[in-house]
């Protein structure tokens, strides 16, 4: 796991010049890889590849990049881990391929070298994000995994392309002069992140997942798919399993131990991030059942009711028998991250549960180089609370408008709060978390036209971000790509293809990496191995989800390993208590930050809808932590990035004058 740079140029450079940008941009990745650097240069061609190394496989000096091909034709600089490169590698050494290093970077250069791009990326299980110079046709390619669990940003401006694995590393060269594109922030206000291929800057693009990106020497960027989600899916659907549901469990449980298998090759220490729930638990229960000594897994633990885990992982850990470790962090400690957000998200990103992520991914640090990972299990097991309510909303959508609005009118009468102290009575084991708030939600999507009008109500932060962002208009997505719902005839599915190609790159994949790979940890996600990915869209809806509760097979074979009893809880979002500390600790941060003044003077956010949102939730009439943390988030990372960048180039010009 690293982090990767590049420029591209259309003629020769100066060696120094070229140099010193490449430098530049490799040095902004540094936490990325903090155990070494490289760079790569074709100056005829003005060609730079940067490279910040996170040791992984093979720790030899000889494994470092960007690394050169036998034949000296090709140049790679790489971000990731290629899992089946033993087997890969015994088809290259069949070949005559003489290999100088034991490190997956060489198979995955000789193999590009052999077969090609396209070819070798359709071969290759793990993630990564690559780029691949052609000295002799002077052509690039850019390629990112299957499912976006490595980020790759690119952006082409008179004829001079530059890359990296962060928007930091772009802003870094010295020609970068950022201008927001509003209609890009108008989807982060829907959205919590800045959704693929948009950035949050005019003419910078993210590589969307499966894809490629050529480009030879004087033309224009040309992007395909060597992997489609969504064929993917509908080839699922189209042949559906048959066996028995023993049968079924036993498939997958083959399936996710051979993925955890290869996961867990590794030259330095490895361990796992447990959080008690069935995500995590089946990742670690598969480890610790081929491991010959317990299995390093860490938890964070917090006070605030409702959004500590920590119990709950520590007996999944003492019944699998692992070496667990847990640290019980404050809020004051939580919050002390706060401010470094804005360094390691480099553009708007609106997730709270980055705080935490961090956290965990800290301690892990200490201890381990790898920690695997159970993300990426929610969209494909359908574990999210939103499927249920799509499903039991499905017949509920075919009633009358005006019923569903008057049904809509009596959850809107009490307030969330009120809601809250009407349920008290329930037993927290069957009361949600934040009851109040998840009732105004379904209150909100009753009243709404159809499926896609729902999905699209239950995952926004500001429902209509249009009237937020002065000039700003969301470009088109697939959200409102009709023909969604055509492929998917079960709304639950539908939904599940939705977070698969948005919400898990943009917000869930992007959260993992940045706040591991701010500590320089890699995180691994066994559960998004394309193999499992392919065979949970054969599963018949009822073996996801059952009796009102999601990831029934994935349960089952939890089962086998870890007594129900340790894991069967309502849901709990890996969070932190965000609506509480806005009207507590975290309030003069956000007044400043919502000034008046400084808004109106900004001119980017209508000033008049923020600050009513903000008087709202101080007062206790809404709760709009959700909103306001957007907000928050989008101007933090503004004093960061546009207002701290403008500040520092008359300081760099004099400099350099």
């Not at 670690?284 to 992982?313: K, N």
């Not at 499926?451 to 409102?480: C, F, H, M, Q, T």
């Not at 191995?529 to 994935?554: M, S």
């Not at 975290?586 to 808004?599: G, K, M, P, V």
Request: proline share 5%; glycine share 8%; aromatic share 8%.
């Amino acid at each position: 796991m690293c982090g990767i740079s590049g420029i591209v140029g259309n003629a020769p450079a100066p060696a120094g010049e070229l140099r010193d940008a490449a430098q530049t941009m490799t040095d902004a990745l540094a936490h990325r890889g903090p155990d070494g650097e490289g760079l790569w240069l074709d100056e005829a061609a003005g060609v730079a590849f940067g490279h910040r190394r996170l040791a992984i496989i093979d720790l030899s000096p000889g494994a470092r990049q960007p690394m050169i091909s036998a034949s000296g034709r090709f140049a790679l600089t790489y971000n990731g881990e290629i899992y089946n490169y033993r087997a890969l590698r015994a088809e290259l050494d069949a070949a005559g391929v003489r290999f100088r290093t034991q490190s997956d970077t060489e198979v995955l250069l000789e193999g590009c070298a052999r077969w090609g791009l396209e070819a070798t990326a359709k071969r290759l299980v793990g993630i990564f994000a690559l780029a691949l110079w052609d000295r002799e046709e002077r052509v690039l390619g850019l390629a990112r995994d299957q499912l976006g669990v490595k980020p790759l940003y690119w952006s082409l401006e008179r004829g001079r392309l530059l890359f990296g694995s962060q928007l930091a590393a772009l802003a870094a060269h010295p020609a970068w002069r950022p201008e927001i594109d509003r209609d890009a922030l108008t989807a982060y206000f829907r959205h919590s992140c800045v959704p693929a291929p948009h950035t949050i800057y005019r003419n910078v693009f993210k590589l969307p997942p499966g894809s490629i990106l050529m480009l030879a020497r004087g033309g224009t960027p040309r992007l395909s798919r060597y992997w489609d989600a969504r064929a993917v899916a509908r080839a699922g659907i189209a042949d559906r399993l048959h066996t028995s549901e023993t049968g079924t469990v036993d498939q997958l449980e083959t399936l996710l131990r051979a993925a955890v298998e290869r996961q867990m090759i590794a030259d330095v220490p490895l361990g796992a991030f447990l959080s008690g729930g069935i995500d995590s638990s089946s990742v670690v229960a598969l480890m610790q059942a081929q491991s010959a000594r317990p299995v390093r897994t860490f938890t964070i633990g917090f006070r605030e009711a409702g959004y500590d885990e920590a119990q709950h992982a520590g007996a999944v850990a003492r019944h699998l028998g692992t070496d667990h470790t847990e640290l019980y962090v404050s809020s004051a400690e939580a919050r002390n991250v706060i401010p470094r957000l804005a360094d390691w998200f480099d553009e708007p990103f609106a997730d709270s549960s980055a705080i935490p992520t961090f956290l965990v991914s800290a301690m892990a640090r200490r201890q381990v180089t790898v920690a695997l990972s159970g993300d990426g299990g929610d969209e494909v097991f359908a574990g999210y609370n939103r499927y249920r309510v799509a499903r039991q909303l499905a017949g509920a959508m075919r009633l009358p408008h005006a019923l569903r609005a008057a049904a809509a009118a009596v959850l809107r009468a009490p307030s969330p709060a009120s809601w809250d102290r009407l349920l008290a009575a329930i037993p927290a084991r069957w009361r949600p978390v934040q009851a109040g708030d998840k009732l105004r939600k379904l209150a909100d999507v009753l009243a709404l036209a159809d499926g896609g009008a729902v999905y699209r109500r239950l995952v926004s932060a500001w429902e209509r971000p249009e009237r937020l962002v002065i000039g700003g208009s969301a470009p088109d997505s697939v959200l409102w790509d009709a023909s969604v719902a055509r492929d998917f005839a079960d709304p639950v599915e539908a939904q599940q293809f939705l977070d698969t190609v948005s919400y898990l790159p943009d917000d869930i994949l992007t959260k993992v990496d940045r706040a591991s790979m701010a500590v320089g940890l890699e995180a691994r996600v066994p559960l998004l191995d394309p193999e499992v990915v392919a065979f949970a869209w054969r599963l018949p809806p009822a073996l996801k989800l059952r009796h009102g509760a999601g990831k029934w097979v994935l349960r089952q074979m939890l089962y086998r390993h870890v007594p129900r009893a340790l894991v069967e809880r309502p849901k709990m979002g890996f969070g932190v208590p965000i609506d509480q500390w806005l009207r507590g600790p975290l309030r003069d941060w956000a007044e400043d930050l919502l000034d008046e003044a400084r808004l109106r003077a900004d001119g980017v956010l209508d000033t008049a809808i923020v600050r009513e949102a903000w008087h709202a939730h101080l007062s206790g009439a809404r709760n709009e932590q959700h909103a306001l943390w957007s907000v928050l988030m989008f101007q933090e990372w503004k004093r960061r990035w546009i207002d701290g960048a403008a500040a520092a180039r008359p300081a760099r010009k004099a400099a350099s004058g």
